[in-house]
Structures are given as C-alpha cells and as structure tokens.
C-alpha cells in the first residue's frame, strides 16, 4: 500500500490493517 492511499480508510480499518500486519510479520519472524 502506498503512502497517501490509506487516507480515505477508517481508523477501524487502519487498526485491524495494523494487527493484521503484526501477526503476519510474527508468524514470518519464527
């Protein structure tokens, strides 16, 4: 995703985004 694309997303969204990110970088770094 680019840098002004997540603009017009809900900060609901931006947050599930988020942890959907974290959890996927957890489960690579293992």
């Not at 997540?6 to 599930?16: F, N, Q, S, T, V």
């Amino acid at each position: 995703m680019k840098g002004g694309e997540h603009m017009w997303l809900k900060p609901e969204y931006e947050i599930i985004n988020t942890s959907c990110e974290v959890t996927m970088y957890s489960y690579i770094a293992k």
